[in-house]
């Protein structure tokens, strides 16, 4: 998420970046075609922010967005694409490695 937990604005912002394929698992990723590539973001204020703040997406649905907008949406594109969508889209760094160490973990 894009601000901290004593933001002023009382706004939260997340960069989001949602991709799917019809690939089977384990297909070389120089192989793989995402079927879309959706880059969004999510707001979150007041109650929804504060309930959002103490969930996390790797314990399934978390808190809707106060308000939520798409910003891009590309189809039918090689998967390696996404290297470049999350270098120019997302802000973290940490999560960035993280990311990327889970991909390529076995």
Known sequence: M????????????GRCIHLDTHNPAFTP????????LDLAINVYAGEDRQKRFGQSL???KVQDAT??????RIE?????SVFAFREMFLESKILL??????????
């Open 97 to 106: 490695s993280e990311w990327l160490n889970e991909l390529v973990a076995p």
């Open 76 to 80: 039918g594109i090689p998967f390696v």
């Open 2 to 13: 894009g601000a901290d937990h004593d933001d002023p604005n009382g706004l939260m912002v």
């Open 58 to 60: 790797q314990h399934g």
């Open 67 to 72: 308000f939520r907008t798409h910003l891009l």
């Open 29 to 36: 990723l120089g192989e793989v075609e995402m079927q879309h």
